[in-house]
C-alpha cells in the first residue's frame, strides 16, 4: 500500500509527496453560486428570495418570489402566466440573467414568464416545487422541462452532498420520504473507511477510476427505488396537479451535451426521454423532445456555441425557446 501511494504520487503531476490533503472533503467542491441557495424542509435546498450575485462573470439573482430574474429593462410582460419549472438547465446555470430560454419564451410570446427551476433538482422535486407554487400563482400554463439526469436523482436521497426529499412507489401511488428534509447520515462503516482514506492519493485514484467516487465523498446516497416508475408516477401526479387548477401542462424534454458527442450516450438517453414522455403523454399532458429540433441546427458540429459548463448557452437557450413557443402554439394555449 505504501509503495502504491508512493508510485501514485510521482506518475500524478499535480499530487505531492508532502502534502497530504483530505480527498474525500477536498475533492466534491460546492459549484458556482451557492451562496444564493439556502435549506428548504420540503425541497431540500431553494433559492433565497432577493439574492443576487455573479457567476462566470454573469449577472446571476432572484426576485422576491424566489425565481429567476429576467428582462428587467424591458416593458413588463403582461397576457397569462406560463411558470417554468426544471433544474439547471432551466434556470440557467451557465447564462446571465435575460439569456435562459423562460427569459427568451417571454420575449417571444409577450407573455409573463417566470422560471422557478432550481439548480440539482430532479423530476421529484421539481414536482414538489409545481405543487407549492402552482396553487398560489395560478398560471394559465406550466411547462415542466427536465434532462435524463433528472429521472436518475429521483432514486436519490442524497444529491451534490445534500439531502433531499424523495418517494419511493406505495401500492399503485407514491409515498413521500424524508420530509422535514433531515440532513441524511452516513453509515458507519463509511465513515470510519473515509476517515482512514481519505488521506490516500492512490485510493482515491482507484474511487475515480471506478467510478464510484460520488458514493465515497458522500455526495450521493441512493434509495433503492427504481427510478422510471418514480418518474412515471410522477408525471401522473403532475397531470392531476395541473388538471385541478385549471392549467394547461407541456412537458419538455431538454437534450444533455452527451448526446451530441457520445452516441452510446444518445442511445441511452433517447430511451429514457422517449419513455419518460411517453408517461406524460399517456397521462393526459401535452409534451415536446427538443433534440430533434437541436438536430435540425446542426448543434453536434459546433457544440461550443451551444454548450459551456455541460449546460445551455444563450443561443441553445434561444433555440429551445422558439421550440416551446411553437409547440405552445400548436396546441392553442
Same mark, same amino acid.
Given at each position: %500500500?505504501?509503495?502504491?501511494? !508512493?508510485?501514485? =504520487?510521482?506518475?500524478?503531476?499535480?499530487?505531492?509527496?508532502?502534502?497530504? /490533503?483530505?480527498?474525500?472533503?477536498?475533492?466534491?467542491? $460546492?459549484?458556482?453560486?451557492?451562496?444564493?441557495?439556502?435549506?428548504?424542509? #420540503?425541497?431540500?435546498?431553494? $433559492?433565497? $428570495?432577493?439574492?443576487?450575485?455573479?457567476?462566470?462573470?454573469?449577472?446571476?439573482?432572484? &426576485?422576491?418570489? *424566489?425565481?429567476?430574474?429576467?428582462?428587467?429593462?424591458?416593458?413588463?410582460?403582461?397576457? $397569462?402566466?406560463?411558470?417554468?419549472?426544471?433544474?439547471?438547465?432551466?434556470?440557467? !446555470?451557465?447564462?446571465?440573467?435575460?439569456? &435562459?430560454?423562460?427569459?427568451?419564451?417571454?420575449? @417571444? #410570446?409577450?407573455?409573463?414568464?417566470?422560471?422557478?427551476?432550481?439548480?440539482?433538482?430532479?423530476?421529484?422535486?421539481?414536482?414538489?416545487?409545481?405543487?407549492?407554487?402552482?396553487?398560489?400563482?395560478?398560471?394559465? #400554463?406550466?411547462?415542466?422541462?427536465?434532462?435524463?439526469?433528472?429521472?436518475?436523482?429521483? *432514486?436519490?436521497?442524497?444529491?451534490?452532498?445534500?439531502?433531499?426529499?424523495?418517494?419511493? /412507489?406505495?401500492?399503485?401511488? @407514491?409515498?413521500? =420520504?424524508?420530509?422535514?428534509?433531515? &440532513?441524511?447520515?452516513?453509515?458507519?462503516? %463509511? &465513515?470510519?473507511? =473515509?476517515? @482512514?482514506?481519505?488521506?490516500?492519493?492512490?485510493?482515491?485514484?482507484?474511487?475515480?477510476?471506478? +467510478?464510484?467516487?460520488?458514493?465515497?465523498?458522500?455526495?450521493?446516497?441512493?434509495?433503492?427505488?427504481? /427510478?422510471?416508475?418514480?418518474?412515471?408516477?410522477? %408525471?401522473? =401526479?403532475?397531470?392531476?396537479?395541473?388538471?385541478?387548477?385549471?392549467?394547461?401542462?407541456?412537458?419538455?424534454?431538454? /437534450?444533455?451535451?452527451?448526446? !451530441?458527442?457520445?452516441?452510446?450516450?444518445?442511445?441511452?438517453?433517447?430511451?429514457?426521454?422517449?419513455?419518460?414522455? +411517453?408517461? *406524460?403523454?399517456?397521462?393526459?399532458?401535452?409534451?415536446?423532445?427538443?433534440?430533434?429540433?437541436?438536430?435540425?441546427?446542426?448543434?453536434?458540429?459546433?457544440?461550443?456555441?451551444?454548450?459551456? %459548463? @455541460?449546460?445551455?448557452?444563450?443561443?441553445?437557450?434561444?433555440? *429551445?425557446?422558439?421550440?416551446?413557443?411553437?409547440?405552445?402554439?400548436?396546441?392553442?394555449?
Amino acid at each position: %500500500m505504501l509503495a502504491g501511494e !508512493f508510485i501514485a =504520487r510521482l506518475w500524478d503531476p499535480d499530487a505531492s509527496l508532502w502534502h497530504w /490533503p483530505y480527498y474525500a472533503v477536498v475533492a466534491p467542491q $460546492p459549484s458556482p453560486g451557492e451562496a444564493l441557495y439556502a435549506y428548504d424542509p #420540503t425541497l431540500g435546498w431553494a $433559492p433565497i $428570495p432577493g439574492s443576487s450575485g455573479a457567476m462566470l462573470g454573469r449577472p446571476f439573482s432572484f &426576485t422576491s418570489q *424566489a425565481t429567476r430574474e429576467q428582462n428587467r429593462n424591458r416593458p413588463p410582460a403582461s397576457g $397569462p402566466l406560463i411558470l417554468a419549472l426544471g433544474d439547471s438547465v432551466t434556470e440557467g !446555470f451557465a447564462v446571465g440573467n435575460d439569456e &435562459t430560454w423562460p427569459a427568451h419564451l417571454e420575449r @417571444l #410570446t409577450g407573455r409573463r414568464v417566470l422560471n422557478a427551476a432550481v439548480r440539482g433538482y430532479g423530476l421529484d422535486q421539481i414536482e414538489l416545487r409545481a405543487e407549492r407554487l402552482v396553487p398560489d400563482l395560478k398560471p394559465s #400554463t406550466v411547462v415542466l422541462a427536465f434532462i435524463a439526469d433528472d429521472i436518475v436523482r429521483t *432514486a436519490l436521497s442524497v444529491r451534490d452532498a445534500k439531502a433531499k426529499p424523495y418517494f419511493m /412507489p406505495d401500492g399503485e401511488g @407514491l409515498a413521500l =420520504r424524508n420530509v422535514p428534509v433531515e &440532513t441524511a447520515g452516513r453509515s458507519s462503516l %463509511m &465513515t470510519a473507511a =473515509r476517515h @482512514l482514506l481519505g488521506y490516500s492519493h492512490l485510493f482515491d485514484t482507484i474511487v475515480n477510476r471506478l +467510478g464510484v467516487q460520488q458514493s465515497w465523498y458522500g455526495r450521493e446516497v441512493a434509495t433503492g427505488s427504481d /427510478p422510471f416508475i418514480v418518474s412515471c408516477r410522477l %408525471m401522473q =401526479r403532475f397531470a392531476a396537479l395541473v388538471k385541478r387548477e385549471d392549467a394547461n401542462g407541456l412537458v419538455v424534454a431538454l /437534450p444533455e451535451q452527451m448526446v !451530441f458527442v457520445d452516441a452510446k450516450a444518445a442511445a441511452g438517453q433517447h430511451e429514457a426521454l422517449t419513455e419518460l414522455l +411517453g408517461c *406524460a403523454a399517456k397521462a393526459g399532458l401535452a409534451t415536446l423532445n427538443v433534440r430533434p429540433v437541436f438536430e435540425k441546427e446542426g448543434v453536434g458540429r459546433d457544440i461550443d456555441t451551444y454548450y459551456a %459548463m @455541460l449546460h445551455f448557452t444563450d443561443r441553445s437557450n434561444a433555440l *429551445a425557446a422558439r421550440a416551446i413557443a411553437a409547440a405552445l402554439a400548436s396546441s392553442k394555449d
